[in-house]
Each structure stands twice: as structure tokens, then as C-alpha cells.
């Protein structure tokens, strides 16, 4: 199996985990604040990737360096900010239009790739934006009430989700994974907790009946170990082997795989529109999966280069 197969497969698999972990944490979040849950989580997962590094990887210790330090805080960065803006968004705005606005970090990826590192998606990858747009409006877009100050701020987190994807892009290839993964995952927990300590009622977090109740320990457990410490270190590891912009696209079905994890376990139904959207998420990504050149070549036999191909 070929390098990029394999990392967009396991990318794939990412977003299949945070699509189906997704309810979990929804549950969680209404006995446990979401800045101190994010603190916990990430805490957990931090600690986990600690010691697998300095008991089974501690040759990679030798790699630290300051420049190694830096590339994972800022990693961490874009990715608390993410977090915190997409949750402090959904206090002001609606679960689904705070879904459509992350996706648009679909969007966001190539646009930065551009402007940060002057690389241009091909054609297909544009087709794939396109059509997963398209898809993630027809799938979350349950509502199109006016913008407000909530959108805002989810689209903050759009912008930092699509700058982590593109510096991971950037980083991945230049320091081993574990260690990179680790120091950006301690960022995450140290600015959530910090944060929570500023704006939530933190101590919340120590009480015995909420920390341990069924639904907040479960979502912890499994975000940790799955959904954070193993689904960063897959996208560190493999990102290295594919494009930002066929990351993004592959992580646009993390809707796709949420809106199925909740029809079967939460039985909720999708209207029809909702699975328009889902199919045109998944041809995004197909699209971009095409060799370079395919669609070109199909785009040039649809439509004609010269005006003498438009005469009788």
C-alpha cells in the first residue's frame, strides 16, 4: 500500500472517531464545563504520551531543542484556539450553524496554503473544496437565521483548526512525531486548564460525584486515549505523506460520521437534504483522492477550449 494511501485511510480513521465520540462528549459537557472538561481531557492524553515517550521512545529526547519546543507550542496554540473559540462560539450561536462554520476550515486550508506556504491545490482538491462546501451546508445548515457575535467567534476557530492542519503539514516532516505530538498536546492542557480557572467554575473538576459520574469518566476515557492522544499522533505521524488540503477535506466527514453515530445510537433521523450533503462531503474527498491530471482531462472534454467549438 502506497505512503499517501495509508495516511489518508488513517486520517480517515481519525475523523471517525471524532464524529463517533462526538455525542460523548456532548453528554459530558452538560455536567462538566467544557473548558475544564478540554482541560482534563488533554491533561490525560498529555501525560499518556509522556510516558509511552520516555519509557518505550526516550531515544527521541535527544531531538528536543528549542526549535522543536516552539513548532509544537505553536501547534498547540492553533489548536486551543479551536477549541475554546468554537465552544465559546456555541453560546451565542447554533450547534448546526457552529458545525457548518468549522467545516469551513475545508475552505480555509487551501487559501492559507497559498499564503503561507505558496503551494497551490490542483484542480481536483478545488473541485473536492467545492463539493464538500456544499455538502456541509446542506448537512448542518438546519437553520439560516442572521450572523451574530457566536458565528464570529466559531469562525476563529475555523481559521485556528485550518492554521493547525497546515503547520502540522509543515512540521511533521521536520521532527520525530511522538515528541512533537506530546509537547503540543501539554500546550493544549495547559492553556484549557488556565482558561477554565479564568472564565468557568473550575473546581467543578475535583468534585468526586461530577469528575467520576458514568457520562463525564466515560467521554474522558475514551477522548483521551482515542480521540486525542492517539488521533493526534496518527495526524502528526501521516500528514507528513498527504496534502493540507486532502486533510481537510478527509476531516470535513468527521460530520458525516457524527450524523451517523447518532442515528444509531441516539436515533436521531437526518432529513433529506442532510444526506444530500453527506454524499457530496464524501465525493469532495473522492475528487481529491483522483490522480493529478484525471480531472483536468475530464473538465477539458466537457468544456471547450476555443470558439470553434461552439460552431455548428
Known amino acids: 500500500m502506497k505512503a ?48 509511552w515517550l520516555i519509557i518505550f521512545e526516550r531515544h527521541q529526547l535527544q531531538k528536543l531543542d528549542r526549535k522543536l519546543i516552539l513548532s509544537g507550542i505553536m501547534l498547540g496554540i492553533w489548536l486551543f484556539i479551536g477549541y475554546a473559540f468554537q465552544t465559546l462560539g456555541l453560546l451565542y450561536t447554533t450547534s448546526s450553524k457552529a458545525g457548518f462554520i468549522t467545516g469551513l476550515s475545508v475552505v480555509l486550508v487551501p487559501l492559507l496554503m497559498i499564503a503561507i506556504l505558496k503551494q497551490r491545490p490542483g484542480m481536483n482538491s478545488i473541485a473536492g473544496v ?34 493547525h492542519i497546515v503547520f502540522t503539514g509543515k512540521f511533521s516532516s521536520s521532527f520525530p512525531t511522538l515528541i512533537l505530538t506530546t509537547v503540543q498536546i501539554f500546550t493544549v492542557a495547559a492553556l484549557s486548564a488556565v482558561s477554565s480557572v479564568l472564565f468557568e467554575d473550575w473546581q467543578r473538576a475535583f468534585q468526586p460525584d461530577v469528575i467520576f459520574s458514568a457520562n463525564v469518566i466515560t467521554a474522558l476515557l475514551i477522548t483521551s486515549v482515542l480521540a486525542t492522544a492517539l488521533a493526534f499522533f496518527i495526524q502528526t505521524n501521516f500528514q507528513k505523506h498527504t496534502t493540507a488540503t486532502r486533510v481537510a477535506l478527509i476531516f470535513a466527514m468527521e460530520p458525516v460520521f457524527a450524523a451517523i453515530t447518532a442515528y444509531f445510537w441516539a436515533e436521531e433521523r437526518l432529513a433529506y437534504s442532510a444526506l444530500v450533503g453527506c454524499g457530496m462531503i464524501f465525493a469532495g474527498m473522492i475528487l ?25
Open 288 to 312: 481529491a483522492e483522483l490522480p493529478a491530471g484525471k480531472f483536468e482531462s475530464f473538465v477539458r472534454k466537457i468544456i471547450p477550449k476555443k470558439e470553434a467549438d461552439f460552431k455548428a
Open 130 to 163: 467545492i463539493a464538500a462546501t456544499i455538502g456541509l451546508y446542506l448537512l448542518t445548515m438546519s437553520d439560516v437565521s442572521g450572523l451574530n457575535i457566536g458565528d464570529a467567534f466559531v469562525l476563529i476557530c475555523a481559521a485556528g483548526f485550518a492554521l
Open 4 to 51: 499517501s494511501t495509508l495516511a489518508d485511510l488513517s486520517l480517515l480513521f481519525v475523523a471517525l472517531i471524532w464524529g463517533a465520540t462526538f455525542v460523548l462528549v456532548q453528554n459530558a459537557i452538560s455536567f462538566l464545563e467544557p473548558l475544564s472538561f478540554n482541560a482534563v481531557r488533554f491533561t490525560i492524553a498529555a501525560i499518556l504520551l509522556g510516558l
